[in-house]
Every structure is written in C-alpha cells, then in structure tokens.
C-alpha cells in the first residue's frame, strides 16, 4: 500500500495519522479474517511500533476488535457498519442489479460493478450463479486497475487530466512490471474507441476472460465500471468482442438512461473508425513513460 506522496504529506490541510490509521483498516480484505500487527506493518508500508498504536486506538474507537488468543485483530462491526453506509448510498447498485442479472443469465457470466480504490478497483454489486465456478469474486473484492476488463475501462472514462495522473501513478507503482501493463492499456484505449468496450484476456488471471464498460454519470459522482467474465474456456476472445461485450454495453447504457446520466451516441462514422497504433490513444499512453 502506498503512503502519502510528499506534496500530500506536506499539505497543511492532510491529516496524516488519519490516512495511516484509515489504511490500517484498508489492509482488511474480504478473505483475511485475522491480521496482525506485522501483516498489517507489511501491507501498509508502515513502522511496526506505527501500527500498534493504531490498532491499540482503533480498538479503543471500536473500528478493531482484538483476538489475544493469536495476538491479531478482525474489523469490528463499526468499521463494517462504513462499509454497509456507503453501500446503501450507491444508487447505481440497487438500480442495476435487475440489469446486472438479466446479461447474467443470458451470457452465464459473472457481472459486477465496481470503483476506484487506489491502484484497484472495488466490487459493491455482483451478480453471478452456478455457471460462474471460476470467478470467485464477490462484494468487498479488490482487483487491479492496470490488468482488468473493468479497471482498464475505469481509466478511458476518465478526463485527460486525471487519467494522465492516474498513469504516472501505476507506472511508479508497478516499477519494472509497467512496460507489459501499459501496451495492455493502449490496446484498451483502441478496443474502447473501436467497440466501446475493453478486454482482458487472461492478463489478470489465466484462466478468466472479461469485458467491462464505464458508467458515466452527469452528477458528478464516479466514473464507475461493469465487467461481465467467465472461465476463459466459455468466453472465447472472438465470443467477447462479437457477443459479450456488446451485451454489456447496451446494459451499461440502459443504466444510464435510467439513472439520468447523459450520453453520447457515436454517429455510424465514429463507430465504424479504428483508432490506429501511434495515434491518440498511443500517444496518451506513451506519454506518461
């Protein structure tokens, strides 16, 4: 986990030992159960005598619940009652849930939807059933932004400033892993403009394939994305570009009629335009090396 850059750290206005004790509390996944002080010291990137006072007041605040048995801590339901909050907060999750199960049964892939956290993207709706055996994902699960479908679609719908910012932040993050990550984000950036929609084949893991769309709102809230995958054995490449993808991207915009979000039809002559290696799209990419 990355700690506050130095302008952050520097801003008088940051409150440091607010974002070291909220990524404490990020350091909680859905599958982890119990953490202790040096899990928690390794994933967060900070001091070990930092995080025992931490977790010392996030216990006393009731946001930690101590397990002396094993000398570790679970998130209390305070810390999860922030979590339910949000949740019920997000329209989008509610609204699409209808729409989410319909592509579900009809593909017999996983959808979700999710938003930014950092360097990956959150799941807070996901609609999957016994065909989806291997995608395990469920809400509360992280993934990256760099390799998925839904992060990758994350990052076309941002404004070019911030997605600009968002670039230089996974290149310094991922460090010698970056180069093979950012042609995966360039061909992306083609996919999007050409279908309006990404593809992550096997990049994240190997054996799933998926497609995700932006939901693009007019109220000032997200971007946020849906990905819709399955067993790469069932999503074929050729099926997600002429089948699934599509599927999704009507889905995505029915959300968004129905959410009030503004869109903008392509004419037939921007649709059918490839976006060509070393044009825009590489350009925007190439330019954060």
Request: charged content about 25%; glycine content about 12%.
């Amino acid at each position: 986990m990355k700690r506050p850059g130095k302008k952050v750290a520097t801003d008088r206005s940051f409150v440091v030992a607010l974002s070291r004790g909220l990524d404490v509390l990020r350091a909680f996944q859905p599958n982890d159960g119990l953490l202790g002080n040096q899990e928690i010291a390794a994933r967060t990137k900070l001091p070990k005598p930092t995080v025992s006072r931490l977790t010392y007041t996030l216990t006393k605040l009731g946001y930690l619940t101590p397990v002396p048995r094993f000398e570790k801590y679970q998130l209390a339901p305070s810390a999860m009652a922030l979590g339910y909050a949000a949740l019920a907060n997000l329209g989008v999750r509610h609204l699409s849930e209808p729409f989410r199960e319909e592509v579900m049964r009809e593909t017999g892939g996983a959808v979700a939807v999710g938003g930014r956290d950092r360097h990956s993207m959150i799941y807070f709706g996901q609609s999957r059933n016994g065909l989806t055996l291997g995608v395990q994902l469920d809400v509360g699960s992280r993934i990256p932004i760099a390799t998925t479908a839904m992060g990758r679609a994350y990052i076309w719908a941002l404004p070019d400033d911030e997605r600009a910012s968002l670039l230089r932040d996974l290149r310094d993050h991922y460090g010698s892993r970056w180069a093979r990550m950012r042609d995966g984000i360039e061909r992306s950036g083609e996919t999007v403009a050409r279908y309006g929609f990404t593809i992550s084949a096997g990049e994240w893991q190997d054996d799933v394939h998926a497609v995700g769309v932006a939901l693009k709102l007019n109220d000032g809230t997200g971007p946020y994305a849906f990905n819709c995958g399955a067993p790469a054995f069932r999503f074929t490449e050729d099926r997600l570009r002429s089948d699934i993808g599509p599927r999704l991207v009507a889905m995505v915009r029915n959300i968004e009629a129905a959410l009030g979000g503004v869109t903008m039809p392509q004419s037939k002559k921007e649709e059918g335009k490839r976006v060509r290696p070393g044009g825009k799209v590489a350009r925007v990419v190439e330019g954060i090396r």
